[in-house]
């Protein structure tokens, strides 16, 4: 079993900052492109940012030039630095890895549950 579990979220008034984490555990035996999701009330999720086993990043338009995202692959963790928040950041933000795990030989997509960040203007 693997999983992601997301923290960092939060309220935080229009132009400021939250620095989010997620943290891959249990069978891993590695783990290939790491990403960022996030879906706001009414609409479809989507791909915020994403982060290659080799540190090759991609953003989406929205969020370049104020979004950070890195990784650890010593602790299997992914962190979206996010600066100069606004209120349309509001959404749930979901962490998604490509693991392999100890007992298989294919790479497959893990969720987090996801954490909540609300920007208010």
């Known amino acids: 079993q693997v999983q992601l579990v997301e923290s960092g979220g939060g309220l935080v008034q229009a132009g400021g900052s939250l620095r989010l984490s997620c943290a891959a555990s249990?069978?891993?035996?590695?783990?290939?492109?790491m990403r960022w999701y996030r879906q706001a009330p009414g609409k479809q999720r989507e791909l915020v940012a994403a982060?290659?086993?080799?540190?090759?990043?991609n953003y989406a338009d929205s969020v370049k030039g104020r979004f950070t995202i890195s990784r650890d692959n010593v602790k299997n963790t992914v962190y979206l630095q996010m600066n100069s928040l606004k209120p349309e950041d509001t959404a749930v933000h979901y962490c998604?890895?490509?693991?392999?795990?100890?007992?298989?030989?294919?790479?497959?997509?893990?969720w987090g549950r996801g954490t909540q960040v609300t920007v208010s203007s």
């Open positions: 249990g069978r891993i035996f590695s783990i290939n492109t």
């Open positions: 982060i290659s086993s080799g540190g090759s990043t």
């Open positions: 998604n890895a490509d693991v392999r795990t100890s007992y298989g030989l294919d790479y497959f997509g893990y």
